[in-house]
């Protein structure tokens, strides 16, 4: 699925999700037992394939849409549902589209959703299920248990990550503070924190689907990636060799575009990001620029640490500067330099310490 479709699927789910009106009166329909087939959209391409029916032009409220349900035809909302536009239509969509479905009403739904690309939500009484059509996606809507089942065992799985991420990523701090790394340890992290990512993906996509039902699992999980998306993109600028036509959006769209087997093939991820001369040498010797140090640190700005970075090029040569040389890179004040340079001070002091006590 591209990105286009995809974005039009997540926005047309929450849109559905539990403790919206639009799931309320979804829910009325199935459970009076009866079966509908709504449009979200009501733009010249759809009206333009309704036949007969009626004007409403409405405000949308559960108790309506179930109301209205009761008729056989199609109910035409508005793009943000807030409004319902027509009732009781019957749709001619065009019937070259092709189809997999079989029942009337949801071959109707599918064709209309292939050929005008706006959502279509079609309700079977026969099979007590929710489908929502996106273009060539159908897409049933699960209850909200097995969502909840689902969400909490990926929130168990991500937990289990993020604690080796917590470990490789301390081993790395300490390996840039003794100037020790090697490409090995920083793809190690790069892996760690892509399949962290991805996971919180999927459980974000439950929780579109979730709706207010989702409350207490959206808690967990952004306490479970603090921080995590932000050491992302700090430990590629810390690497990655930058040109002119490679820069670290490049990087980031790259890293995220891999499948799971490119990942976790190193020669694969050190060409996509650009890390090192040799794809093959895991244990050439790497040195960091330092912008992950300087994040670490209150009251550092981005612009106050490109510069720093620019001026010094490595984390080694950050860290033996002197506050004078800091204020002068920096542009900050003197009591503002000195404060980078005792925090640096501290941040390598105790991640060696982390090391060598875990």
Avoid: W
């Avoid at 286009?4 to 309320?24: H, I, K």
């Avoid at 009626?54 to 009761?70: H, S």
């Avoid at 049933?140 to 991420?165: C, F, I, K």
């Avoid at 390996?175 to 992290?189: P, W």
């Amino acid at each position: 699925m591209d990105g286009r479709a995809d974005n039009m699927l997540l926005r047309s789910l929450s849109q559905v999700a539990p403790g919206s009106p639009l799931r309320d009166g979804l829910d009325r329909v199935l459970q009076s037992g009866r079966g509908g087939l709504i449009v979200i959209g009501d733009g010249p391409d759809v009206l333009n394939i309704c036949s007969g029916g009626f004007l409403l032009d409405a405000a949308f409220t559960p108790q309506r849409l179930g109301e209205l349900a009761k008729m056989d035809g199609a109910i035409i909302l508005a793009g943000d549902a807030s409004r319902i536009a027509r009732a009781n239509v019957h749709l001619v969509p065009n019937p070259n589209v092709p189809t997999v479905e079989t029942g009337t009403r949801h071959r109707t739904a599918e064709r209309v959703a292939r050929s005008l690309h706006v959502p279509v939500v079609a309700v079977s009484e026969s099979r007590k299920e929710i489908q929502v059509y996106v273009g060539d996606q159908r897409h049933p809507l699960e209850p909200v248990g097995r969502l909840l089942d689902r969400s909490n065992q990926a929130l168990q799985t991500l937990e289990r990550y993020r604690t080796r991420l917590n470990t490789v990523t301390k081993t790395l701090t300490a390996l840039e503070v003794e100037n020790l790394v090697t490409l090995r340890d920083v793809i190690e992290v790069l892996q760690r924190i892509e399949m962290v990512v991805r996971i919180s993906d999927e459980i974000n996509r439950n929780l579109i689907e979730l709706g207010s039902d989702g409350r207490l699992v959206r808690l967990q999980l952004d306490e479970l990636m603090a921080g995590v998306v932000d050491d992302r993109r700090l430990i590629i600028r810390d690497y990655f060799n930058e040109d002119a036509t490679f820069h670290i959006e490049e990087a980031m769209d790259g890293l995220s575009a891999l499948d799971d087997e490119a990942l976790f093939d190193e020669e694969v991820l050190t060409k996509t990001l650009h890390l090192a001369a040799s794809v093959t040498d895991l244990d050439e010797t790497l040195e960091p620029r330092g912008f992950r140090f300087l994040n670490r640190l209150p009251r550092v700005s981005e612009q106050a640490s490109q510069r720093m970075v620019d001026r010094f090029g490595s984390l080694e040569r950050l860290l033996r500067a002197t506050s004078v040389d800091l204020q002068e890179a920096s542009g900050l004040s003197s009591f503002q330099a000195e404060n980078i340079k005792e925090g640096l001070a501290r941040l390598a002091e105790n991640s060696i310490l982390d090391r060598y006590e875990a």
